[in-house]
């Protein structure tokens, strides 16, 4: 009987439900299940759905029953630093904030009122996002301390879903690194940091790497979904998981984990936390084996897809491509801007920057479509100098996995920017990444880098030359 692995992997704007097998050394996919996600308001707050969210994870379960393909094993992976906090009977407090909502403007100053920035950094190691959990959680404790005073334990959204399924709490690794309260060093929780802001210290679990048995389902669940199953931890962020799947054996790659974000780096087996790295605003996010993803966050396809949402019609991403690439405008817009984190009218937006920055006003959706194009491509060119510099290597390719590996004018235009050649694909990295370490836990592989090797031979890559 074939062994069958499942990978729940949720991004922002969907989630899905994917079977891995080995067969003959190589990896087969097979899509059970997919439904859309997204951040949406509740009473003016920029929130998750986890309830229907969980629901969708069930639902993909009791799909893998109906194909009879039953999984031994399972992992959740979804975006990373946001949480729920629960009370002393394991019912979640408050609001499911996701990590666009506003109400951390401001956070950083009063954290730093406490610890510098760059002491932060050279502790964490983490690059500054607004969003970060070490933000959030500085919000609850200015706007709504009652919460904190009733918390007992903080779960990250996948550890959550985890809990949900086996009755389990498990804090995966990968994903607290995120939250900028973790010590690259220790691997753990940075305790002294976690005093400092007076935050509770109970509510933060013992950390688990990837590749922990978390349990089995709870009696509830069996019933619901008509099977049993091992849940296993994978690198529970998202992009601690495709990067896991860059299909190549070499350390030292450059890859972009393309999706609503675009996260670009490479990995080092020590962080870089100095004052140089925190300039450059590069983050040394925990990964599989202790492994650092030192990259730098990227807006990324989050603008196309607000552009889109605007428009009239519903145009496939390929035509907005399409039409993008036939534009002759040469304005550029910061994508690491945060005014284009959650803007009103991201069209909007780009053509405030452009007036403001004394650049060519984009007319319509295309020119808008293709300026933002452009400047990713040239955000992508920058990164690479940066990294470059910090590293001391020179790059001559750059592995593109994740959904967007799928946008042909996007390779291009990262090709045209950055003179490097761009390996594509696979699409599905997040997933396989998953499905990775739940077989390496169960010694399908010897190591990382013979399960990236099996990634190479089971996936098409394509390759886009230097232009
Ligand atoms: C990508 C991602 C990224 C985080 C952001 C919150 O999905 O996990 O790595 O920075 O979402």
């Known amino acids: 009987m074939e062994k069958y692995y499942l990978a729940v992997d949720i991004g922002a704007s969907s989630g899905r439900h994917i079977l891995g097998s080995l067969k003959d050394g190589k990896l087969n996919l097979e899509e059970i299940y997919r439904f859309p996600n997204g951040m949406k308001d509740v009473d003016g707050s920029v929130c998750w759905d986890v309830e229907a969210l969980f629901c969708e994870i069930k639902e993909g379960l009791k799909r893998c029953k109906e194909a009879g393909k039953i999984p031994s094993y399972m992992g959740i992976d979804t975006w990373a630093v946001d949480y729920v906090l629960l009370d002393g009977k394991d019912q979640v407090l408050g609001k499911t904030y996701g990590y666009r909502d506003s109400r951390t403007t401001g956070m950083d100053e009063k954290v730093y009122e406490i610890i ?39 779960l990250f959204i996948p550890d959550y879903f985890h809990f949900l399924l086996t009755g389990v709490k498990k804090t995966e690794y990968t994903n607290a690194t995120t939250s900028q309260l973790v010590s690259p060093r220790t ?22 790497k990837p590749g922990t048995y978390v349990g089995n389902f709870r009696e509830e669940i069996r019933r619901e979904v008509g099977f049993d199953c091992q849940v296993i931890l994978p690198a529970t962020h998202d992009t601690g998981s495709a990067v896991a799947a860059i299909p190549t054996t070499k350390d030292n790659a450059l890859y972009i984990s393309s999706g609503t974000w675009s996260l670009m780096g490479t990995e080092l087996m020590a962080a870089d936390c100095t004052l140089e790295s925190m300039k450059r605003n590069l983050t040394n996010e925990g990964g599989y084996d202790y492994r650092f993803r030192y990259l730098k966050n990227i807006m990324g396809l989050w603008m196309i897809q607000s552009v889109r949402r605007e428009f009239k019609e519903e145009y496939s991403y390929d035509y907005i491509c399409r039409q993008a690439s ?13 005014c284009f984190l959650a803007p009103k009218s991201m069209i909007e937006e780009v053509k405030d920057y452009c007036q403001k920055s004394g650049q060519q006003v984009p007319e319509n ?40 590996s799928n946008a042909e004018y996007l390779n291009r235009i990262t090709a045209k920017y950055t003179g490097r050649a761009v390996y594509a694909g696979p699409g599905e990295a997040t997933a396989i990444g998953n499905l990775l370490v739940q077989m390496l836990y169960n010694q399908e592989f010897v190591n990382l880098k013979m399960a990236r090797a099996c990634v190479k031979d089971s996936f098409e890559i394509r390759k886009y030359e230097k232009t």
């Not at 534009?327 to 994508?335: A, G, H, L, R």
């Not at 990713?376 to 790059?395: F, H, N, P, S, V």
């Open 187 to 208: 691997k753990d929780w940075d305790y002294e940091l976690i005093d400092r802001l007076e935050y509770s210290r109970k509510i933060f679990g013992k950390i688990s």
């Open 365 to 404: 959706e295309w020119e808008t479509a293709a300026v933002i194009y452009n400047s990713l491509g040239r955000c992508y060119a920058e990164t690479i100098g940066q990294i470059e510099q910090m590293t001391g290597q020179k790059y001559d390719r750059i592995y593109v996995v994740g959904g967007g």
């Open 116 to 154: 510098s920035r760059e002491e932060l950094y050279g502790r964490t190691g983490i690059q500054k996002q607004i969003f970060n959990t070490i933000y959030q959680l500085m919000a609850v404790k200015q706007k709504e301390p009652e919460l904190f005073d009733k918390a007992e334990s903080l």
């Open 326 to 338: 036939e534009q002759t405008i040469p304005s550029i817009v910061d994508c690491n801007d945060n």
